[in-house]
């Protein structure tokens, strides 16, 4: 069993920054897949990035957004600039152990003017 607490998000002004934290209750392996995810109202929870062995981004977030992970924490970041209306959502924390999904809650990101 893994948990995942997400923290860092809050509210910030288009072509701001903010960056979110998650960590894991125990340790997790480099080549185990964490990411993030999120969820805007009225939409489907989409992929924003995800690191194994090497990052993946979501399209939208490309070169916007960077994912690192320091594994002597148990911890995967999310660095996001330039964060535009669009941005705004629930952004959740996912592990992949062993075959299993793990979630966090989730932490609100609002962009606004």
């Known amino acids: 069993q893994v948990q995942l607490v997400e923290s860092g998000g809050g509210v910030v002004q288009p072509g701001g920054s903010l960056r979110l934290s998650c960590v894991a209750s125990r340790s997790i392996d480099s080549r185990d897949v964490m990411g993030w995810h999120r969820q805007a109202p009225g939409k489907q929870r989409e992929l924003v990035a995800s690191?194994?062995?090497?990052?993946i981004y979501g399209d939208s977030v490309e070169g916007r957004f960077t994912i690192f992970r320091d594994s002597a924490k148990n911890a995967v970041y999310l660095q996001m600039n330039s964060l535009t209306f669009e941005d705004t959502a629930v952004y959740f924390c996912?592990?992949?152990?062993?075959?299993?999904?793990?979630w966090g809650q989730g932490t609100q990101v609002t962009v606004s003017s």
């Open positions: 690191i194994g062995r090497w990052p």
């Open positions: 996912q592990a992949t152990v062993g075959s299993v999904d793990y």
